[in-house]
């Protein structure tokens, strides 16, 4: 720093720095703005002049084309004038048309257009017809593009590329057409593009080019290749100029486009600095200039740069004001500081300087922040304890009214045992008043619950950990025993020694007695009381554990309610419920208090005998469970006569654990129902691998249905006096993967039980319906065919919809479709089922009642069913030649059946007999063997193929 400086006070050094600061940093900002700007205004430069001359080239070029076009339409037109005069001539009679014709082709091919151009004629049909050369003349151009487009237009503009046969290559050309209808001739006036300056009219766009501006005498012109003005700009004298310089045209020599930056000796720019932008026109050999001063386009960035010259001499010196005022702010803290020092005097201890500077003062500054900082770290410290001590008083407080309000009963005792305070929570729970225990040892509250060591144990963890927790039985001040969850914490002082007990307890009566009440829900039914199926295995296991030491059996009776679903249908579950609660008391009625009677869900129970001898005892016990059925079951002022099936096992005959006993039970259960119900059945080997059977059976059948080893097979149902087939049965059939065939008779009733009946009911409609779609082209598309319906189908809530949806998923007329129904579906629910068959009527499908005669065969459904067929079973057709009551039932049904109005069927027919016996009593419709067996679909559509027509 000079010396001059340091001799000035801080308020002068910081001036002159802060002032040079403005200065420099003013001067370089400024330069930067500057030469930003100019590189700003010269690429606008650049860009007005290059966007300038390529305006002019398009307007050059546009021009110039319309002109050319205009040019070749005149000579067109002047041409199609002659034809029009001479056809008028042939009009009068003072020619021939071919003289006229010939006339036409010297003045056409007189003319020609530039130096190269030439008129030809072509005619509609394409055919060269004038040409200046006679090698074209004839030629056909109506497989030619060129052809095409004149005789598609015959009149316009027309641009092309074309070759005579001298020329090499083909060469650019446009084309003005006028049409002489007369005579079909298309006069065709064409130019070579590279001749058209002989055509352009330069005066056409001269004004718009010399109209061109750029500042005051920024200017475009036009030059040809010698550097001759065609378009000149304007001199100063008012007189154009002839050309450019010869230096400045051979500095465009060579190149297409680019700018130029020179000195012109004449013209309006002579003797300034120009920028000049030129680009050739390559077709007419043209040069687009565009030109402006520098000095003239630069002139605002001049004014900017005086402009920013005088706001740096501005900015200089305002910044002397504010450096002269930023180093009063610097001498203002010594100020300050004084008047802290004085504030400190008067007990402000909160008071600071600030520390501004450097040096003496800047110490001075801190050293005296410093002490005021003690003094009041001193002061805090004393208002610290002050406020310790009173919120040790409130937490006091605090837990004294914790103490009086917990629930639980908390006790403080001293280190003997001697209990010092307890609060109202612990009278509450065991009657205590304080004045009763204080003073006395915890043991006041001792049950016989707990022996000697487990008081030595508490104490033991008391000692050695400092706490114990753990449930205890203590006793209130009547006499009775609770339970508590307690705990107990050792207080020690300041020595580590133990002053004090603190107990702190919960009494959980409740919570007990709740716990026992969920015990028992667990394992016991909600609905009846008695043991569920987790309580019943529990004890079924021990009493196997008591008969595998006492060498005794157990007996175990698993018990179902027959046909308990109809109970829910008809009369609602609530009477269900009340059911299974009566057959639940009854049963607990029928055996001792050691045996166990169990409900194991829905309708299902099971009994559990001990100490059984023989089979014998266990059948007397069975045949006790079915006499106590025998009296009926008043529900709800309704007498019900229910039975039960019983399955019966025994231990260690037929299993050796629960869960095996209680399954055999089932299987056994389930064979005394199959076997007609209110029976009982003990377990056998045969039940068991009868029932693993089935299982198996019930697999694979899942599994075929999702494999599609399903097959339909149809039955035709021909009229014995036309000969004709009617209508079609479809029978599924499975044959497994394996090559094996399972009986219809073995997987239909596994199916109805399973519930798998129904989605294989869905397939054999599916298939139905698409073979129907198939009989349709054969010429048959009024057949009939037959689906049956099994009681579980029948029963589905959407059975209507389901078979409407798959006849309008193929296609097809719901007349089409006949289901057949069996008499005892029908009578199970009789409004309900003419409910539904009127439904299935109303869409137009058929009703047949199935195997007739065999179950109720009532003549209430068949006057009141809508039902369109009978069908007579096959056991009454089988003997019907050697049994005379057979003979007699199938002719009665056939005669009924006809007073009634229903068609009648007879399955099963499979000799001439039968067949002769059926014409006699007047059955037409045949179903059986003796026309055809089964067959499944390509075997049926070859049996129709082969009856040809013989299709109702």
Not at 217 to 243: F, M, Q, R, S
Not at 872 to 884: K, P
């Amino acid at each position: 720093m000079p010396l001059s400086l340091r001799n000035l006070s801080i308020k002068y050094r910081l001036m002159v720095w802060f002032t040079g600061f403005i200065f420099v940093s003013s001067l370089v900002a400024s330069s930067v703005a500057y030469y930003s700007i100019r590189s700003y205004v010269e690429q606008d430069i650049v860009l007005d002049l290059g966007t300038a001359t390529d305006g002019i080239l398009t307007m050059v070029g546009t021009s110039a084309k319309v002109s050319v076009r205009n040019r070749l339409r005149a000579i067109a037109e002047k041409n199609i004038d002659i034809l029009h005069s001479l056809e008028k001539a042939v009009q009068a009679g003072s020619m021939s048309q071919a003289v006229a014709k010939e006339t036409a082709k010297r003045v056409l091919l007189s003319q020609t257009i530039g130096k190269t151009g030439y008129i030809y004629v072509i005619k509609s049909d394409g055919v060269i017809v004038v040409h200046p050369s006679q090698a074209l003349v004839g030629r056909n151009l109506s497989k030619e593009s060129l052809g095409q487009q004149q005789a598609k237009r015959h009149r316009g503009y027309l641009e092309y590329e074309w070759a005579n046969p001298d020329d090499e290559e083909k060469r650019p050309k446009a084309m003005y057409m006028e049409y002489f209808a007369p005579w079909d001739w298309i006069v065709s006036v064409s130019s070579y593009r590279d001749e058209f300056r002989s055509l352009i009219d330069v005066a056409d766009f001269r004004k718009s080019v010399q109209s061109f501006a750029l500042g005051e005498i920024g200017h475009a012109a036009i030059l040809n290749n010698e550097g001759k003005y065609l378009v000149a700009p304007t001199a100063t004298d008012g007189k154009p100029h002839d050309a450019i310089s010869p230096a400045l045209l051979n500095r465009m020599k060579g190149l297409d486009h680019g700018r130029i930056i020179h000195t012109p000796e004449t013209g309006p720019n002579k003797g300034r600095a120009t920028i000049t932008f030129f680009r050739r026109i390559p077709n007419l050999g043209w040069i687009v200039t565009a030109s402006s001063c520098l000095d003239e386009a630069y002139a605002p960035l001049y004014r900017l740069r005086n402009i920013i010259l005088g706001i740096v001499a501005f900015t200089l010196l305002c910044s002397i004001p504010l450096a002269l005022k930023l180093g009063s702010a610097v001498a203002t803290p010594l100020t300050r500081l004084a008047d802290s020092m004085s504030k400190a005097d008067k007990g402000d201890l909160s008071v600071r300087a600030e520390i501004n500077g450097q040096g003496e003062i800047g110490q001075l500054a801190q050293r005296f922040n410093q002490y005021m900082g003690q003094l009041e770290e001193y002061r805090d410290g004393l208002e610290t304890e002050i406020d310790e001590r009173r919120r040790a008083e409130q937490q006091l407080k605090l837990f004294a009214m914790v103490f009086d309000n917990a629930l639980e009963g908390i006790t403080i005792s001293d280190k003997n045992g001697a209990m010092l305070a307890v609060n109202p929570a612990f009278t509450a729970i065991t009657g205590f008043e304080p004045e009763e225990v204080l003073g006395q040892n915890p043991r006041v509250l001792k049950s016989e619950h707990h022996n000697k060591d487990f008081y030595r144990e508490m104490w033991q963890s008391l000692i050695e950990y400092g706490s114990w927790h753990g449930e205890i039985w203590n006793r209130r001040k009547n006499g009775e025993s609770f339970p508590e969850i307690l705990s107990i914490s050792s207080i020690r002082d300041e020595n580590g020694k133990v002053s004090n007990y603190v107990a702190v307890f919960h009494d959980i009566s409740d919570m007990k007695r709740k716990d026992k009440e969920l015990e028992h829900q667990a394992y016991h039914d909600a609905l009846t009381g008695l043991p569920n199926r987790a309580l019943a295995h529990d004890r079924l296991t021990m009493a196997i554990a008591h008969a595998r030491r006492e060498n005794t059996k157990v007996a175990i009776l698993y018990l179902d309610i027959d046909d308990f679903k109809k109970v829910n249908d008809q009369l609602g579950y609530s009477a269900g419920d009340v059911l299974i609660q009566e057959v639940a008391d009854r049963l607990s009625t029928q055996f001792r208090d050691a045996d166990t009677v169990a409900r194991l869900g829905g309708d299902e129970y099971l009994i559990l005998a001990e100490h059984m001898e023989d089979e014998r005892e266990v059948v007397e016990l069975a045949d006790r469970v079915l006499l106590s059925f025998d009296e009926p079951y008043l529900i709800h002022g309704q007498e019900l006569t229910i039975t039960p099936s019983v399955g019966v096992t025994m231990y260690p005959d037929d299993g050796d654990d629960a869960g095996t006993l209680i399954r055999n039970a089932d299987m056994a259960m389930y064979q005394a129902k199959s076997a007609g119900k209110r029976n009982y059945l003990l377990y056998t080997q045969e039940i068991n691998e009868r029932i693993s059977r089935r299982i198996e059976l019930e697999n694979d059948m899942r599994r075929a249905l999702k494999e599609e080893e399903f097959t339909v097979y149809f039955q035709p149902k021909v009229n014995q006096r036309t000969g004709k087939v009617m209508g079609m049965e479809a029978l599924v059939r499975w044959n497994k993967a394996d090559g094996s065939v399972v009986s219809p008779g073995d997987f239909i009733p596994l199916a109805e039980e399973t519930g798998l009946i129904v989605p294989l009911g869905e397939y054999v409609l599916g298939a139905s319906c698409k073979a129907m779609q198939l009989f349709e082209g054969l010429g048959c598309s009024n057949i009939k065919v037959s689906v049956n319906l099994s009681p579980i189908q029948f029963e589905q809530q959407d059975l209507v919809e389901m078979v409407i949806a798959s006849l309008e998923h193929n296609g097809l007329n719901p007349s089409k479709l006949e289901l057949e129904i069996t008499e005892s579906t029908l009578m199970t629910d009789v409004n309900a089922s003419v409910a539904k068959l009127e439904q299935l009527v109303d869409h137009g499908i058929s009703i047949s009642i199935d195997d007739f005669g065999t179950g109720h065969s009532s003549l209430y459904y068949l006057k009141n069913f809508p039902i369109d067929v009978i069908k007579i079973d096959q056991s009454f057709v089988r003997d019907i030649t050697s049994d005379a009551s057979d003979a007699q039932i199938v002719e009665t049904i056939i005669l009924m059946a006809r007073n009634l109005g229903l068609a009648v069927v007879a399955e099963g027919v499979e000799t001439e007999e039968q067949l002769s016996r059926l014409n006699d009593y007047g059955c037409e419709l045949i179903q059986g063997y003796y026309y055809s067996p089964p067959l499944p679909l390509e075997g049926i559509v070859a049996y129709l193929q082969e009856r040809n027509t013989e299709c109702f």
